[in-house]
């Protein structure tokens, strides 16, 4: 029961502020997940009261039979009209989680799961450690990656909380509040005391009463379902369900679900379900109980339906208090409300105890619409830095925090022309590359890699626009540069032309037939050893004449016969010529066979043999020197290589331009 007229119930106490503030109206909304606010009609004797020491000044407005109340801070403060002696003001209470609805920031949290980023964006406000504490009774994973995007602080734990299924309350005192964070039912309060229903009392009883108390149930949905994708388990079907045991069966189904493993799908599936649920029945009521508190169970009695008699959780609370007496020289000038104008009522939603409270989802993950640009980064010192997958790291440009490192980011997909099983294009783009992000689902903690952009310090390999009929891909050496391999195709009219440069080596790999038709000219130039192994016949077609120039020595090695055939030879030696035969040398002249040497000459013919002196027995032959050819091979072949796959040990083995292995796999 409310005091007498005239006596002051509702005080607000200014913390180290020396003037008195009189309540004269206030009224208080406080919601689960939400930051409360108190608006407070007051008067004071002073005129002149400095408003600026008055904002952001904690205070404690208490209203409660024992004492409690709200506390917050000063977020708003007016000064209204002046009478004789009095002057009006308003202020606006709320906690310290509502400043962070003024600050926007792009940042990314790697590793950490949603309490421990929730910690820390509550640590960067100055918010003391034990301003607020989590009681949690479920395991959070670590969020590999975890974006806040073009949001404010306020918004991202509100969004964090919805989406991991948590709540959070406020619990207050002269000295302070604390903000309560919580996952099921055993965080909240209960009375000392239940409260009567009593409708139809006009709230004149001796004790604190419920005057309205009605029930609604909901529609609602009773089965979730969501399925993800996840490139690491490609053949996996990642889906997990929720279901309620009511009719009609109305399903929730979404993709992708934000999960890899079965396990977490599971757990949010149940969590979308009982948020989904959360209000299927639902109480509003009415009373003049000053002790309810949103985040704090009611214990309701003597209502006339026995299932409405216990506990229920209140999840909105809004109290009105109003003392014209303060006033004190002038009538009360308070709006009515259903005839009340003084002392204190509330209005409030509750649902049953043993439903579980999730958050509605009223705060959606922002979305990136359309690509942005990234550098790409890595440890000091590496040039090329990837995952098994081809996966590089990027700073975004908006990052603040990023020190440009292997920890910029997580590892971003590169998306390429072509990817199948060990077969498609790799080009992984290298640190300093600038690069364009995409977003899957326009999700700013999933993007990827689509390109690599120029700017001007990495600069196009062209002269451009000189070049511009050119198309090139260019490679570098790494690490340290200096070197590179290079396509490049000129499209210029009358100039076309296609020019292949390797730095280094370059290899060749043909499993069956290669043809080259040259129309014009070819020329060859080797610095150093050309080496041929051909393994079966070589053919050459020579159409005009062959010139051939050795600098050295000529070396032949003939394992079989050797068949030389022309129309005339002329072979000039300045030294020797030596021919050696381990049987028989036959030398057929046809009509005439003339031997020349030293001056005299031996000439066989039809006439008969003649010589150009007689001929003497005696004397010495020659010496002759064998042929002593080096061998092919005597010196390293280039090796190739490429790495035999099995199928392409298939292709050599078969001599077919079918792969058996893979037949037989779609066979």
Not at 309 to 315: A, E, K, P
Not at 411 to 437: C, D, K, N
Not at 633 to 651: E, I, N, S, W, Y
């Amino acid at each position: 029961m409310l005091k007498a007229a005239k006596t002051v119930v509702f005080k607000l106490e200014l913390e180290g502020f020396r003037h008195a503030l009189q309540v004269v109206e206030f009224r208080a909304t406080e919601a689960l997940n939400q930051t409360y606010e108190v608006e407070l009609q007051l008067v004071s004797e002073h005129r002149d009261l400095d408003l600026e020491t008055l904002l952001h000044r904690p205070a404690f407005l208490s209203f409660g039979a024992d004492g409690s109340g709200i506390h917050g801070q000063v977020y708003r403060v007016a000064q209204g009209d002046s009478g004789a002696r009095l002057t009006s003001y308003q202020i606006i209470l709320a906690p310290h989680l509502a400043y962070l609805a003024h600050r926007h920031n792009q940042r990314i949290f790697q590793q950490q799961n949603v309490p421990q980023i929730i910690a820390r964006i509550l640590s960067d406000h100055g918010m003391q450690s034990d301003a607020w504490h989590f009681q949690l009774s479920a395991d959070y994973p670590p969020r590999i990656y975890c974006v806040q995007y073009n949001e404010s602080d306020l918004h991202f734990i509100q969004r964090l909380c919805e989406e991991e299924g948590l709540h959070f309350h406020f619990q207050h005192n002269a000295d302070g509040h604390t903000l309560v964070f919580g996952d099921d039912q055993t965080v909240f309060p209960q009375p000392a005391a239940p409260t009567a229903y009593a409708p139809g009392s006009g709230m004149v009883a001796e004790a604190p009463v419920i005057d309205r108390f009605q029930v609604q149930l909901h529609t609602r949905t009773t089965h979730v379902s969501r399925r993800d994708y996840h490139f690491e388990k490609p053949n996996v079907q990642l889906q997990a369900d929720a279901r309620e045991a009511r009719l009609p069966e109305l399903e929730d189904y979404a993709f992708p679900g934000q999960f890899v493993h079965r396990e977490r799908g599971q757990h949010l599936s149940q969590r979308a379900l009982e948020r989904r649920r959360a209000d299927y029945r639902q109480a509003q009521g009415r009373s003049d109980q000053s002790l309810l508190r949103n985040g704090s169970f009611l214990d309701l009695s003597e209502h006339p339906r026995a299932d409405c008699n216990g506990l229920w959780l209140l999840t909105r609370v809004e109290h009105i208090g109003r003392q014209p007496q303060s006033l004190e020289e002038a009538a009360p000038d308070v709006s009515s409300d259903d005839g009340f104008t003084q002392g204190y009522r509330n209005h409030f939603v509750a649902t049953p105890w043993d439903v579980n409270f999730r958050p509605a989802l009223e705060h959606p993950k922002p979305r990136v619409t359309g690509n942005q640009h990234a550098v790409v980064t890595g440890p000091a010192g590496e040039e090329i830095y990837c995952d098994a997958y081809g996966r590089v790291k990027v700073q975004m440009f908006w990052d603040r925090d990023g020190q440009k490192n292997e920890q910029s980011s997580c590892w971003l997909r590169v998306a390429t022309h072509w990817a199948h099983e060990r077969y498609g294009s790799v080009q992984i783009p290298r640190v300093g590359m600038e690069v364009l992000v995409g977003f899957s689902e326009g999700d700013p903690d999933k993007p990827f890699v689509l390109g690599c952009l120029p700017n001007a310090a990495t600069p196009v390999p062209l002269d451009l626009p000189a070049q511009h009929t050119q198309s090139i891909l260019r490679s570098q050496s790494s690490p340290g540069g200096g070197g590179f391999n290079e396509l490049r195709i000129e499209d210029r009219a009358g100039a076309e032309e296609i020019a292949l440069r390797a730095q280094r080596d370059f290899v060749q790999l043909v499993l069956n037939d290669e043809r080259i038709q040259v129309d014009n000219q070819r020329s060859v130039v080797v610095g150093g050893i050309a080496s041929h192994d051909l393994r079966g016949e070589e053919q050459h077609l020579t159409h005009g004449n062959r010139l051939t120039e050795l600098k050295q020595d000529d070396h032949l090695l003939v394992l079989g016969d050797q068949h030389v055939r022309v129309s005339s030879q002329r072979l000039n030696a300045t030294q020797q010529i030596h021919l050696s035969a381990g049987q028989q040398v036959v030398i057929d002249g046809g009509a005439h066979l003339t031997v020349k040497a030293g001056g005299h000459w031996l000439t066989l013919g039809p006439e008969g043999i003649f010589s150009s002196v007689a001929i003497v027995e005696g004397g010495a032959p020659a010496t002759t020197m064998p042929a002593e050819p080096l061998i092919p091979g005597a010196l390293p072949l280039l090796k190739v290589t490429f790495d035999p796959a099995q199928q392409r040990h298939a292709l050599v083995a078969n001599r077919s331009s079918r792969c058996l292995i893979c037949e037989a796999a779609q066979a």
